[in-house]
């Protein structure tokens, strides 16, 4: 199953909240930063490059798996 295709939400509860992808391969590495204001929606999708996802700060994260807010 390629998780290429799937999409989830980020909406961020505060200003300034960092999103952060990394990389694939044998090597770990950023590659790509978004910062979000309160009540900004990012929709993001894992790609060949992007294997993680690490997010800073406030924000409820909805994916086909359910909702997680970084709060709880």
């Known amino acids: ?3 290429q295709n799937e999409y989830f939400v980020i909406k961020a509860m505060e ?3 960092n999103v952060i992808g990394l990389t694939r391969g044998s090597d770990t590495r950023f590659h790509h ?6 009540g900004e ?5 894992f790609t060949e490059h ?3 996802v690490k997010i800073r ?3 409820i994260i909805q994916t ?9």
């Open 1 to 3: 199953m390629s998780n």
């Open 15 to 17: 200003n300034g909240v």
């Open 33 to 38: 930063s978004e910062k979000l204001d309160k």
């Open 41 to 45: 929606v990012m929709i993001a999708q």
């Open 50 to 52: 992007t294997s993680a």
């Open 57 to 59: 700060g406030h924000a």
């Open 64 to 72: 086909s798996y359910g909702k997680i807010d970084t709060k709880e």
